[in-house]
């Protein structure tokens, strides 16, 4: 009769010690604001005014395009439907312009973050902007994925704006979190 194991074989010890080891490595080394994301939340309230939404711009300005940012597709899922209610207590909303800083309308904007309620997998909507280039997206608020909440904004659709993605980290008692996008030609 062959004897009957009663301890983990020391390779899958190993291999459990050399993979936690991988996660704390890669936990330490990230910054607060994760893969290159900023803090955007607030606790301002709804219609409070961000940082972007303070920022006038004047006849013969220029804006700097938005730059994808690592992270900003994780998750992604093309062609999200179109005004999904994501729920209540956090505000997304920011202003779409192109590199002449004039408002955008009808362009669509891809929100998806992670909530008690949906992973970032299945909570996500597409929202067109108004005659002023503004969008907004009313949803529960996001919770903790991987070490920080956080909430991504995209123009991802086909036209003449070239796609963008963006990751911008918020804490779970955000009411507010203002992503402003300046897009640049696809051609």
Avoid: K
Avoid at 44 to 57: D, E, H, I, R, S
Avoid at 96 to 111: A, I, K
Avoid at 163 to 168: A, G, L, Y
Wanted: hydrophobic fraction near 35%; charge should be negative; include cysteine.
């Amino acid at each position: 009769m062959p004897a009957t194991r009663t301890r983990p074989h020391p390779a899958a010890v190993g291999a459990v010690l050399l993979l936690v080891a991988m996660i704390a490595a890669a936990l330490w080394r990230s910054d607060e604001s994760g893969t290159g994301a900023r803090d955007e939340g607030s606790t301002g309230g709804a219609g409070a005014a961000g940082p972007a939404a303070a920022a006038t711009v004047g006849p013969g300005s220029t804006c700097t395009p938005t730059l994808t940012n690592p992270g900003g597709r994780n998750n992604y899922r093309p062609d999200a439907p179109r005004d999904v209610p994501l729920g209540r207590g956090l505000e997304i909303t920011g202003v779409v312009r192109d590199t002449l800083c004039r408002p955008l309308p009808g362009v669509p904007v891809q929100v998806w973050l992670q909530t008690a309620s949906g992973s970032e997998r299945e909570n996500r909507t597409t929202v067109l902007t108004d005659a002023d280039g503004r969008y907004r997206v009313e949803t529960d608020p996001a919770v903790s994925q991987f070490g920080e909440p956080n909430v991504h904004v995209a123009h991802d659709a086909e036209g003449p704006w070239r796609d963008v993605f963006q990751r911008h980290v918020v804490d779970t008692d955000d009411t507010l979190a203002v992503v402003d996008l300046v897009l640049v030609p696809a051609s």
